[in-house]
T-cell receptor, first 117, second 115 residues
Framework: ETGVTQTPRHLVMGMTNKKSLKCEQHLGHNAMYWYKQSAKKPLELMFVYSLEERVENNSVPSRFSPECPNSSHLFLHLHTLQPEDSALYLC????????????????FGQGTRLTVV | AQKITQTQPGMFVQEKEAVTLDCTYDTSDQSYGLFWYKQPSSGEMIFLIYQGSYDEQNATEGRYSLNFQKARKSANLVISASQLGDSAMYFCAMRDWTSYDKVIFGPGTSLSVIP
């Protein structure tokens, strides 16, 4: 496999459920990201992991919990979500810090379309 | 703080015509990179083109070119010979030294190509 892979592609969950989104990158990158894309809103950066350490948490509610066990994998654990959390969740990776530079674009997965009912 | 502005929420273009999508950015850094992405209705974000702040030439990639005006802090995307498959959302994005570990996106422009 190549690129950035996200699973599942679609997820419907109730407000009391617990689920996890998975992201895997096969590009040898050292930074991974979670973005949220709601209808008619800009792409919101949620979390940044660089060298497996969380370097950014943009005031995301605690019902979203990221996990980065290694440089190739990133999870987003979800619990007690609200209907307004329904959105497209995009994972991305890039080379950052040592070995990276300004011209290192982020590569995206195809996203998980989440619906909270 | 870094900020990307795309003032055109929606654009229409006739097939085979050229179209320019606007992007302005704000950063206090001298070194930064600018990117354009395309997002079709399927949802995936596709990287199109990159421009570095120190690049003297405007970037080009096939039918895509970037009209980079550093003093005005603008990085407009030009798509030549539009095709029906170009219909999508287009996002301008930036990475600079202040936000080195992340790529910041603008609100996007929806492009519709008319046959």
């Amino acid at each position: 496999e190549t690129g950035v892979t996200q699973t599942p592609r679609h997820l419907v969950m109730g407000m009391t459920n617990k689920k996890s989104l998975k992201c895997e990158q096969h590009l040898g990158h050292n930074a991974m990201y979670w973005y949220k894309q709601s209808a008619k809103k800009p792409l919101e950066l949620m979390f940044v992991y660089s060298l497996e350490e969380r370097v950014e948490n943009n005031s995301v509610p605690s019902r979203f919990s990221p996990e980065c066990p290694n440089s190739s994998h990133l999870f987003l654990h979800l619990h007690t979500l609200q209907p307004e959390d329904s959105a497209l969740y995009l994972c991305a990776s890039s080379q950052s810090g040592v070995g990276g530079g300004m011209n290192t674009e982020a590569f995206f997965g195809q996203g998980t379309r989440l619906t909270v009912v | 703080a870094q900020k990307i502005t795309q003032t055109q929420p929606g654009m229409f273009v006739q097939e085979k015509e050229a179209v320019t999508l606007d992007c302005t950015y704000d950063t206090s850094d001298q070194s930064y990179g600018l990117f354009w992405y395309k997002q079709p209705s399927s949802g995936e974000m596709i990287f199109l083109i990159y421009q570095g702040s120190y690049d003297e030439q405007n970037a080009t990639e096939g039918r895509y070119s970037l009209n980079f005006q550093k003093a005005r802090k603008s990085a407009n995307l030009v798509i030549s010979a539009s095709q029906l498959g170009d219909s999508a959302m287009y996002f301008c994005a930036m990475r600079d030294w202040t936000s080195y570990d992340k790529v910041i996106f603008g609100p996007g422009t929806s492009l519709s190509v008319i046959p």
